[in-house]
């Protein structure tokens, strides 16, 4: 396929979901086959359970009646605290039908991180399940419908909504948080238009095609598993799993092969613990994907045997999606390159300005992020004065292939002795040692004021392992051995676990601070 069909697609895609009569609902539902699968929802026992686009269609549309009843309208944010069971796209498909906004809660939040969002989306009502009413209960001013019998009643009493509302292009359909890896987390509002981008990212990063097994085993409180394991295989009519419970690799390797997945996608911390946890067996996929952090080479090598295929690495936002891909379909895909993330993704532009990833926004036709919900100061940090480009906050470089690198953020690069140093460069040698689990690489004032900083690492062990000194030493050898001697790490702390926001990225600005 040529460049300009690939054009050609993402103009067609783009007519559709930025038009003025966009319809969410319909987008995402009612224009599929009523008998085709949307979901299988996956038990902890491996017991599954299908829902079907007709089933998601009528139950959406008593629930949107339920929910206008108790005052939700057009453009309310409505948060939804829930795992991963029929009743969250049920009720997300709900919101959707009455022109609302879908504000995502994570299962493991506390009350305050809870509060704290339901507060920034002004929202007057919560929807949960019974396992996590209680973290509702010290929040005032807030209406609460909760799944369980009394929901199954209402949403069996109730008409079927007649009409959706529709929002068009433009009108915001979710409401996301950053993860708060350098701060308060920042609200990101998400406009129709983006079920454009959604759509690539599945087509030509993901590459999912009609006949695979596809799981994006990522948490849907969070953008990757949100995005991509909701709303994107919706749109595109394609299947994905949800799994009940979370992730161990026993869980992973036994729905991996008992259900004969095909294509997965998931965080590069399950596929270290699947590398390390020597019970992968019987697993052979067509397509595998990584994203959220940087995926370290030891990963890659082990699961072209593992796997029978090659993990390739993918890099984006929360307010972008996904944008710089090692692309899987084959009308894009390019050989990969050691600790490469990819390329552009169809339908974005990129560069790297002094030294920052940056998305040309005038050549990123699918770019939809315009600015943070109502913080004007902190949207602009993100644009050049012209907004002629994004501006990601992570450093990077770009060879003369075009293929991308990635650094860190801007805040974790590391200044020694003039040099800078990014700690995902010396992470992915410490990490290869096989009494190292888990590790976060930072920056620290140099003690002798000679350095300006130093490079600390802090090391989880494998069980069982002793955190020595000589162990230490070894570290730093094979840092200084093996990358460079400027880079190895003056101090090693062995800790029993890293900070890490709840979707799973290592809070490296807590590290600094210890």
Not at 53 to 71: C, I, K, P
Not at 131 to 149: F, N, S
Not at 280 to 295: I, T
Request: hydrophobic share 40%; with cysteine.
């Amino acid at each position: 396929m040529t460049t300009t069909t690939v054009d050609a697609t993402i103009e067609r895609w783009l007519a559709t979901y930025d038009a003025p009569d966009a319809d969410v609902a319909f987008l995402l539902c009612d224009r599929h086959d009523p008998q085709t699968v949307a979901f299988t929802f996956v038990a902890p026992d491996l017991s599954t359970r299908d829902m079907t686009y007709g089933e998601l269609a009528e139950q959406s549309r008593r629930l949107a009646t339920v929910l206008a009843e108790r005052g939700v309208r057009e453009g309310d944010r409505v948060p939804v605290l829930m795992g991963k069971r029929p009743e969250l796209v049920v009720t997300l498909m709900a919101i959707w039908r009455l022109g609302a906004v879908h504000v995502p809660l994570f299962t493991a939040f506390a009350t305050g991180a809870i509060e704290m969002r339901v507060a920034g989306a002004k929202a007057r009502l919560v929807v949960t399940e019974p396992d996590q009413r209680a973290k509702l209960d010290p929040i005032e001013g807030i209406d609460v419908v909760e799944t369980g019998a009394e929901f199954d009643r209402l949403i069996a009493d109730a008409e079927p909504l007649a009409e959706t509302v529709a929002v068009g292009g433009e009108g915001i359909f979710l409401q996301l948080y950053t993860s708060g890896t350098t701060g308060k987390p920042k609200g990101v509002p998400v406009p129709v238009r983006a079920l454009a981008a959604f759509h690539s990212y599945l087509h030509y990063g993901l590459d999912v095609r009609e006949d695979d097994v596809f799981w994006n085993a990522a948490d849907p409180g969070w953008a990757y598993g949100l995005y991509y394991g909701i709303v994107a295989p919706l749109v595109a009519g394609r299947r994905n799993l949800l799994l009940a419970s979370g992730f161990t690799p026993e869980s992973t390797v036994a729905v991996l092969r008992e259900l004969g997945v095909t294509n997965f996608a998931g965080a590069p911390t399950m596929y270290r613990a699947l590398s390390k946890s020597g019970l992968v067996s019987g697993v052979r996929l067509r397509r595998a994907s990584s994203a959220g952090e940087p995926l370290t080479p030891d990963v890659v090598e082990w699961a072209e045997d593992a796997l029978g295929v090659e993990v390739r690495d993918h890099y984006g936002q929360t307010e972008l999606g996904m944008v710089i891909c090692n692309n899987w379909h084959e009308d894009v895909a390019q050989p990969l390159k050691d600790a490469s993330m990819g390329q552009p993704l169809p339908g974005y532009a990129a560069g790297v300005l002094d030294g920052q990833i940056a998305i040309d926004v005038p050549g990123s036709p699918l770019l939809w992020f315009t600015g943070y919900h109502e913080e004007p100061a902190k949207s602009a940090e993100r644009f050049t004065p012209d907004r002629r480009w994004y501006l990601s906050a992570d450093t990077g470089r770009v060879d003369e292939d075009g293929y991308y690198f990635f650094t860190a953020r801007d805040d974790d690069v590391i200044l020694a002795a003039g040099y800078r140093i990014g700690p995902f460069d010396v992470e992915s040698v410490l990490v290869t040692h096989p009494a190292v689990v888990d590790v976060a690489v930072v920056g620290r004032p140099d003690p002798e004021g000679i350095r300006g900083e130093v490079v600390e690492a802090f090391v989880v062990l494998a069980e069982g392992v002793d955190g020595s000194a000589e162990l230490a030493r070894e570290l730093q050898e094979l840092v200084r051995d093996g990358y460079s001697k400027h880079a190895y790490p003056r101090a090693v702390h062995f800790v029993e676990a890293l900070p890490k926001t709840p979707s799973g990225k290592v809070q490296r600005y807590l590290l600094r601070q210890a």
